[in-house]
T-cell receptor, first 112, second 110 residues
Framework: EPEVTQTPSHQVTQMGQEVILRCVPI?????FYWYRQILGQKVEFLVS????????KSEIFDDQFSVERPDGSNFTLKIRSTKLEDSAMYFC??????????FGPGTRLTVL | RKEVEQDPGPFNVPEGATVAFNCTYS??????FFWYRQDCRKEPKLLMS???SGNEDGRFTAQLNRASQYISLLIRDSKLSDSATYLC???????????FGTGTRLQVFP
């Protein structure tokens, strides 16, 4: 069964550093998403991406965040200058149609 | 008012028990409804979509009441492997972002 994959599984970084989280969505999917979950809290939407552009973003997704689909397979989330409060689990999701979202295993980001 | 509200639990039930979870949502424009399951430190996994007429998948039954803005999940004959957090999820017309509840934790004991 096809799956969304994410790398790395755990990323530790110093405050102020840039990080790039990588995702490989399911191959024939067209809709891509990033969510995050701070430990002990609910899953929160960050951004959706379709047809090579952002279709929607949340208030969390400020100028420090960007997304890119640099080739036909990868979908990345970049945080330019990490803050302590960016520490969370980041989930990538993809869907073949709207309202169908399959989640990857997540990247745990720890900002020190 | 929270967009999606759930009782956090935990619900501790013996194997074989029937357990029900409820969820309310605040946005009457919500269009699609789901139950996801999340194991500790893992990703959310789609358990089932919820349709207006109600739907069943094996031991799991989901119901939607649009008038009351209420969704339920019933698990019959609980198994140890059902232990997880159950997430109520909605999304609205003209958007594909999913809005998650905080989840209800279920612990099934032998």
């Amino acid at each position: 069964e096809p799956e969304v994959t994410q790398t790395p599984s755990h990323q530790v970084t110093q405050m102020g550093q840039e990080v790039i989280l990588r995702c490989v969505p399911i191959s024939n999917h067209l809709y891509f998403y990033w969510y995050r979950q701070i430990l002990g809290q609910k899953v929160e939407f960050l951004v959706s991406f379709y047809n090579n552009e952002i279709s929607e973003k949340s208030e969390i997704f400020d100028d420090q965040f960007s997304v890119e689909r640099p080739d036909g397979s990868n979908f990345t989330l970049k945080i330019r200058s990490t803050k302590l409060e960016d520490s969370a689990m980041y989930f990538c999701a993809s869907g073949g149609q709207i309202n169908e979202q399959f989640f990857g295993p997540g990247t745990r980001l720890t900002v020190l | 008012r929270k967009e999606v509200e759930q009782d956090p639990g935990p619900f501790n039930v013996p194997e074989g028990a029937t357990v029900a979870f409820n969820c309310t949502y605040s946005n009457s424009a919500s269009q699609s409804f789901f139950w996801y399951r999340q194991d500790c430190r893992k990703e959310p996994k789609l358990l089932m979509s919820v349709y207006s007429s109600g739907n069943e998948d094996g031991r799991f039954t989901a119901q939607l009441n649009r008038a009351s803005q209420y969704i339920s999940l019933l698990i019959r004959d609980s198994k140890l492997s059902d232990s997880a957090t159950y997430l109520c999820v909605v999304n609205s017309r003209n958007t594909d972002k999913l809005i998650f509840g905080t989840g209800t934790r279920l612990q099934v004991f032998p």
